[in-house]
């Protein structure tokens, strides 16, 4: 079965997302997430870390921290495609 979040944008639309990976780098976990209903869309990749009551929340990165994030990611794809 395929995770799903559902999330809402700053018009208060819902949007499924598909979690394509999660994955760590050097202490740091993120997700790959998929918009579920858009084939071609791009791939968005967020910092999971820990609110004040121990729940997961998604994050957003900068430029710097994506690409590396970013390599990491299409390692992974790269690897369950062999």
């Given at each position: 079965?395929?995770?799903?979040?559902?999330?809402?944008?700053?018009?208060?639309?819902?949007?499924?997302?598909?979690?394509?990976?999660?994955?760590?780098?050097?202490?740091?976990?993120?997700?790959?997430l998929?918009?579920?209903?858009?084939?071609?869309?791009?791939?968005?990749?967020?910092?999971?870390?820990?609110?004040?009551?121990?729940?997961?929340?998604?994050?957003?990165?900068?430029?710097?921290?994506?690409?590396?994030?970013?390599?990491v990611?299409?390692?992974?794809?790269?690897?369950?495609?062999?």
């Open positions: 079965m395929t995770e799903r979040h559902t999330f809402y944008d700053e018009l208060g639309n819902e949007i499924e997302f598909v979690v394509k990976a999660k994955f760590s780098l050097d202490d740091t976990d993120y997700v790959a998929l918009p579920a209903n858009e084939i071609d869309a791009m791939t968005y990749i967020l910092r999971i870390e820990m609110d004040d009551e121990g729940d997961e929340i998604l994050v957003g990165i900068d430029d710097d921290e994506l690409e590396e994030a970013k390599d990611y299409e390692e992974l794809v790269k690897e369950n495609l062999q």
